[in-house]
């Protein structure tokens, strides 16, 4: 690599500054003796366990849903494409808050489904589908646009092969192009349990905050951090963690993506 | 089975009809570009034509009829392509790329291993069946290919350009693999070699700009081209004129000398000359094609083409360096055993 210029390095370490501090800071915070103590406690376990479950669930939504989405959108061509890209790609930009009031416009139980849940028993505001709800909204673009874009990078050439050597159609998905697309289809799950685990405004929104039903890890810590800003930055740090080796996963040097 | 095909795609400008029969392979021959690649794609189902029909044995491949295009779905037609760059799938083993036509089937995966180790061994590379395709050399991933192509059990094999960008060696071992494997069945075969052609081939069709202009058994087809786009993809001069007597009327009014036993007077007619027994000779001789050069070519192989209008000769350097014409220099060709003159 070329030699960079002084003026570029010096403004690559204030950013990189600026990246870091908060973690020290949230680092300078912890009583590091007390912190398995801490973390043990009744609160941040069951914060932190719903967290798990929750944000595993909603990844598995993505999965589910996001991948035959990615599939649908990248059939498709021209402004429609782009439209629906756009519509669908929105919860990625939209705020928190935002995305929490519409799904309890939609799932409430005074919003569009609500009635219809409720007759169907199926309550969803205030529980903890709706926390999963609430995490799958704003994590399934990330699935969508991996799977899109990787899609879009292949010519269809394998596929073709595969169909002259008597692959049907559900042959050919799972058995050429699953594979084909996994390291992406791999990327957006983990984008999107990293995006759950860090929901915050919609789900205060559409689910509010009931200790072990709706109650997430971050929702625990904006509770806790005046009441108990020890356990606030204990659990912080938890997630710290969970994101740091999330991105490392991801972003593993080296992995090359099987076309 | 026999293949009856016309393929049309308007917007490749391909335009082709040939026929296969059962049992046999039909060579495809023609330069880059000339819609080799096009028919095949075709034939396999890559490609939608917008014109033409295909028959292979009873079964339609496609077919234009009333204003509409049927088409049967590449799975259903039982026709196996091997690509150039081999298309094996890049995240299963050699084995499990040629056991998939038969998972397709619904074969269970262990069946399908035992049916695939078969075919691996009668293409000669079984013990590359753990291996995954980034690691295969460009030969064996041909050979691979072959055999999957040839474990769909198909009734007609599609090969394109089967020996592009081979080396050597891998180029013999395919072919050697291809003469044996390919015996009793229905194939198309493309290629810009004529030799593939003749090796492999019981008969050649003969591709330019998207037309076949020919079509016939490989050896009769090479030995009295109809055209001279044949003529040149067998390496042979062709001159063609009006039969009289004893020799063939250019339309310049030149005489080329030549046998023509059967032949009637007025009848139309060529000869296909091998470029290296026409020699340069001087102006005055009897019998001489007298010609304008065009141009000089190196053939690398110490030999130089010297090319005129109507004729061209492969001179040895020495011959060149005795007397080197020039471009747009006269120069007089003759022909050293009086070819054989047949109506075209």
Redesign the interface.
């Given at each position: 690599m070329a030699r960079l210029p002084r003026w570029l390095i010096l403004l690559a370490v204030i950013a990189a500054a600026f990246a870091v501090l908060p973690l020290a800071g949230l680092a300078s915070r912890a009583n590091w003796a007390e912190l398995p103590d801490q973390l043990a406690s009744p609160a941040s376990r069951t914060a932190l366990e719903l967290s798990l479950r929750t944000a595993a669930a909603a990844t598995g939504l993505c999965v589910v849903f996001g991948v035959p989405l990615g599939f649908a959108l990248a059939a498709l061509r021209g402004v429609t494409r782009a439209v629906l890209r756009a519509v669908l790609l929105a919860p990625l930009v939209l705020p928190p808050v935002v995305s929490g009031l519409g799904l309890l416009y939609a799932f409430g139980r005074k919003g569009l489904l609500g009635e219809t849940l409720d007759a169907a028993g199926l309550p969803v505001a205030f529980t903890t589908a709706a926390v999963v709800l609430a995490q799958a909204f704003v994590a399934m673009p990330f699935m969508v646009v991996s799977v899109e874009a990787s899609l879009a990078a292949r010519d269809g050439r394998l596929e073709a092969i595969a169909a002259t050597l008597g692959a049907g159609r559900s042959r050919i998905l799972a058995a050429v192009t699953l594979p084909g697309i996994g390291v992406a289809v791999g990327m957006g799950a983990v984008l999107a349990f990293a995006r759950s685990l860090g929901e915050f405004g919609a789900t205060l929104t559409f689910a509010g905050s009931l200790e072990g039903v709706t109650r997430t890890a971050p929702l625990q810590i904006y509770l806790a951090r005046e009441s108990d800003p020890q356990a606030a930055v204990a659990l912080g740090l938890v997630l710290v963690a969970l994101a740091i080796l999330i991105v490392a996963a991801a972003a593993r040097p080296g992995r090359r993506v099987v076309q | 089975m026999k293949l009856d095909a016309t393929v049309a795609v308007s917007a490749r400008g391909v335009n082709a009809t040939l026929s296969v029969p059962a049992g046999e392979t039909l060579a495809l021959l023609g330069p880059n570009g000339s819609g080799k690649s096009t028919v095949i794609e075709v034939l396999?189902?890559?490609v939608q034509p917008d014109d033409g029909r295909a028959t292979l044995g009873n079964t339609a491949l496609f077919a234009h009829e009333d204003g509409r295009m049927r088409l049967t779905?590449?799975?259903r037609?039982g026709?196996?392509?091997v690509?150039q760059d081999a298309?094996l799938?890049?995240?299963?083993s050699v084995l499990d790329n040629v056991g998939?036509?038969a998972?397709?089937?619904g074969v269970t995966k262990a069946r399908s291993r035992i049916v695939a180790h078969e075919w691996l061994e009668r293409a000669g590379v079984g013990d590359l069946a753990e291996r995954k395709p980034s690691s295969l050399s460009g030969g064996q991933a041909r050979k691979v290919a072959v055999a999957?192509?040839l474990s769909?059990e198909p009734k007609l094999i599609l090969l394109d350009e089967p020996f592009a960008s081979l080396d050597v060696d891998a180029a013999v071992a395919l072919r050697a693999l291809l003469r044996e494997v390919l015996v009793g069945r229905t194939a198309v075969l493309s290629t810009h070699d004529g030799l593939d052609a003749i090796d492999l081939a019981s008969s050649v069709a003969v591709l330019d700009r998207g037309a076949v202009v020919e079509q016939g058994p490989t050896a009769a087809t090479f030995e009295r081209p109809r055209t001279a786009f044949t003529a040149a993809m067998a390496g042979l001069v062709w001159i063609s004129g009006v039969w009289t007597s004893h020799a063939l009327t250019l339309a310049d009014g030149q005489s080329v000398y030549a046998s023509g036993r059967g032949l009637a007077a007025g009848a139309r007619a060529a000869v296909a000359i091998d470029p290296r027994t026409v020699k340069l000779v001087s102006g005055d001789t009897r019998s001489a094609v007298h010609d304008v050069v065009k141009t000089l070519e190196p053939r690398g192989d110490g030999t130089l083409r010297v090319r005129g209008s109507l004729l061209w000769a492969d001179v040895s350097i020495a011959e060149a360096a005795r007397a080197l014409p020039h471009v747009d220099d006269p120069v007089s060709f003759a022909i050293a055993s009086r070819p054989l003159a047949y109506a075209v």
């Open positions: - | 396999a189902g890559l779905e590449a799975r037609r026709v196996a392509l690509t298309s799938f890049p995240h299963l998939f036509p998972r397709a089937r999957r192509a769909s």
